[in-house]
């Protein structure tokens, strides 16, 4: 019996040190970190860049079909825009979820999205163009005729003497103290070189991009947030008509200038461009997602209007 017992010993030792090491295996696993992957300078060190990027989904030659009039004789920008200047500039923001958050479809999304927004505020289509009014966005990358020069007085960002803050940029730019913040966010001197935006596309895109990331003001929501399905309306949002999709986005970048204001053609022409953008990349408008529109919301941010005397 004790020669039996002695041949069952080792059986039982490799038992208990399995046992363990399983153990210690499984606390391992719990203290992980989450997943991360590199897609090379396109995308690094995080958990989006385990989804496909946006050159996986997104080429040349689909950037060039989306704007197709750019770089036509009577644009204002000839030579400025170019697909390398989008891509490198998202490389900031592929980490932190644009156009990498979701599957492959969401991310074609919302790349549209964003690209919509832009191709409405840079174009210079009308109703007879050639190739038709949604063909000739990233026409401009200034305003052409400013109206100011948008100085504000500001503490955090006052104006840089002999500097001008009119409209620039891929999702234009204007005030003092959006150069400032928008420099800030994306570590490029704006608030003394606004020139910046009108003469490097990649920061162009870049400042864009940020835009779309992030939120104007605590607790509310980013463009980003909203088109992604990242963001849940409180009771205050759905009271005030405010629901994810394309139509909250048009709310966060343009407020009460063109929301709340029935169906009214600046909001239709953003939405056009981005369901044009969508059948142009091969996803079709019929996928354009709910609440598409921003005429009944209410502005997360209404103006400021002086009460009437």
């Not at 001008?164 to 400032?180: C, D, F, I, S, T």
């Not at 408008?285 to 997360?300: I, M, P, T, Y």
Request: hydrophobic letters at 35%; one cysteine or more; a neutral charge.
């Amino acid at each position: 019996m004790a020669r039996d017992k002695g041949r069952r010993q080792p059986a039982a030792v490799a038992a208990v040190v399995f046992a363990l090491v399983m153990t210690a295996a499984g606390v391992v696993r719990g203290k992980s970190k989450p997943k991360t992957c590199d897609k090379g300078w396109e995308c690094k060190s995080s958990i989006y860049c385990c989804n496909e990027t946006i050159s996986d989904y997104f080429q040349v030659y689909q950037f060039e079909n989306l704007f197709s009039k750019r770089n036509a004789p009577v644009a204002h920008a000839v030579g400025f825009w170019d697909y390398h200047s989008f891509i490198t500039a998202s490389a900031l923001f592929q980490p932190l979820g644009f156009g990498t958050t979701g599957g492959k479809q969401m991310g074609m999304k919302e790349v549209a999205a964003f690209l919509g927004h832009v191709g409405s505020k840079t174009s210079c289509g009308y109703g007879v163009a050639t190739g038709g009014p949604l063909a000739w966005g990233l026409c401009y990358n200034h305003e052409m005729s400013p109206s100011q020069s948008y100085c504000n007085p500001d503490y955090l960002y006052p104006c840089t003497p002999g500097v001008e803050y009119y409209g620039r940029g891929a999702l234009p730019v204007y005030w003092n103290y959006n150069y400032g913040i928008t420099g800030d966010g994306i570590k490029v001197d704006l608030l003394n070189h606004p020139e910046y935006l009108e003469q490097n596309a990649t920061v162009a895109f870049q400042a864009a991009m940020w835009r779309w990331m992030n939120p104007m003001k605590k607790k509310q929501p980013s463009a980003h947030d909203v088109f992604v399905g990242n963001w849940k309306p409180t009771k205050n949002d759905t009271l005030s008509k405010r629901l994810p999709g394309f139509g909250a986005t048009i709310n966060i970048l343009n407020g009460d200038q063109v929301c709340g204001q029935g169906s009214i053609d600046a909001m239709n022409s953003i939405i056009s461009h981005y369901q044009y953008y969508l059948d142009l990349m091969g996803i079709g408008r019929e996928h354009s997602g709910d609440n598409l529109d921003c005429a009944e919301q209410e502005a997360f941010n209404p103006s400021y209007k002086p009460a009437a005397s």
